[in-house]
């Protein structure tokens, strides 16, 4: 049976329409198959009406065709089998005003070639059967439209949140009642969710994507398939950087190809170029660097003299991934973005100032030219750990002149380093955490991420390595002023 060329609207439930208790209508042969939808409705009293059917329709007859003598035939096996060969999706023969039953020929007929057959009363009139078609479908298209309205926007709700990759993923997975998958440049599988599929149905859209992606003129943007019994799509992301979006459904609905091109459009924001700066640009600075020149010389081709370094924790207890990374420096303004470790570092134009951004916590260096570079990650690193302690969102490092700006700068280091030398690394950052804020137990433990117990026998170490007391203001004062210059 040919594929019938349906129209771009929602098709009826064919249990929809037998439900319309104005029409009257019953099915009295073929399958009673919940899953049968008609797409539209069509009235025709010719013998074969098989060239002038389209498919997916629901065949009008009032049977005025049909010979006297037709039951003793094959006339009926001949008629249903051609509408069936037409891709009709059911008939409805209407009683009156040229039979008064429908012909048992006729019912049998369709029993044997499971076309669905609906006896229409003398009181509905095809138009009216017609008429409830439409309805139907302006009923069905109207829900899609919503549906698919309410799936953007909740696509663009979730690119905006912390996580913004698996957050599409998710809403995309939920909308379609499927899996979706986004897969990298290399094929391999970079972030997922849903209900995943069977391997089959699996290395059967890993295929695919090899459809999609990038390679020269004339490749595809979008491409289906169906296997394994599941409904499969990919779609290349429009950055050009080869990432594929992956979709598997158990069924298909209309609207589900433009809630997944929407997903598929922000993932391309997500993962394209679209940051400040050119790549050029940053590709001739890293090698700039690589061989020698100075950060100075360096800096204007990344945006200007004047800088701050931002550090950010995501507050979800899951480490960032580099797209949520790459993600977060879009909103801050700059394309220059490390992940390390459970910590992302920005470098970016010192104006405008960075806002805090929802779902992170963000330490801000002081403004610094290229050569303070290091120093702002410090400063960075400092600023971040006061905002987890403190449960701020934003805290800027904030350097300003003080009495210790009255001693040399190398007289200020000489000192520094023989009154921390018995300290480890460990406790020289616990004491300067621990003295930052004030001497709190729990928000130090909260900024070190370790136990209350373990900062207060750090600093009693401390206190003995040193032997000073650090209840002592003037000998806290002194401990801070060394090491702020560490």
Known sequence: MPDPAVPPTPPVPLAALLAREDLGLRQIAGPADPSAVVHWAHTSEMADPYPYLLGGELLLTAGVHIQEAAGSGTYFDDYVSRVVAAGGAALGFGVAPVHDTVPRALVAACDFYELPLIEVPPRTTFSAVARAVWQLMA????????????????????????????????????????????????????????????????????????VVRPSGPGTPASASHA??????????????????????????????????????????????????????????????????????????????????????????????????????????????????????????????????????????????????????????????????????????????????????????????????????????ETLRTWLSLHGSWDRTAVALDVHRNTVRQRIAKCAALLELDLDDPDVRMELWFALRRT
Do not use: C, M, N
Request: charged content about 20%; cysteine-free; proline content about 8%.
């Open 227 to 428: 296997a394994a019994g599941v409904h499969l799509a990919a779609y290349s992301l429009g950055a050009g950087h080869g990432f594929v979006l992956g979709v598997a459904a158990p069924q298909r609905d209309p609207g589900d190809h433009t809630i997944a091109s929407v997903a598929a459009v922000l993932l391309s924001l997500l993962t394209g170029e679209h940051q400040s700066g050119s790549g050029a640009a940053r590709s001739s600075a890293l090698v700039r660097l690589l061989l020698g020149a100075p950060a100075e010389d360096v800096a204007p081709l990344l945006g200007g003299e004047r800088w701050v370094v931002v550090h950010a924790r995501p507050d979800t207890l899951a480490a960032p991934d580099p797209v949520a990374a790459s993600a977060l420096g879009a909103a801050l303004g700059s394309p220059l973005v490390d992940v390390a470790r459970e910590v992302v570092r920005v470098l970016l134009p010192a104006d405008p100032e960075p806002a805090p951004q929802p779902g992170w916590t963000l330490g801000v260096s002081a403004v610094a030219g290229p050569r303070e570079w290091a120093a702002a990650d410090v400063q960075a690193d400092r600023a971040l750990a006061r905002a987890r302690a403190t449960r701020a969102g934003l805290v800027r490092y904030g350097a300003r002149p003080a009495l210790a700006d009255l001693v040399p700068e190398a007289d200020a280091e000489a000192h520094a380093r023989a009154l921390l030398a018995p300290l480890a690394p460990a406790l020289t």
């Open 139 to 210: 009923q069905a298209r109207h829900a899609e439209l919503r549906r698919v309205t309410e799936a953007q926007q909740s696509l663009a709700a979730a690119a905006s949140r912390p996580d913004p990759v698996p957050s599409v993923l998710r809403q995309l997975a939920q909308r379609v009642g499927g899996w979706a998958v986004l897969y990298g440049p290399d094929g391999v599988e970079v972030a997922a969710a849903g209900r995943p599929v069977g391997t089959a149905a699996r290395e059967a859209l890993t295929g695919l994507t090899e």
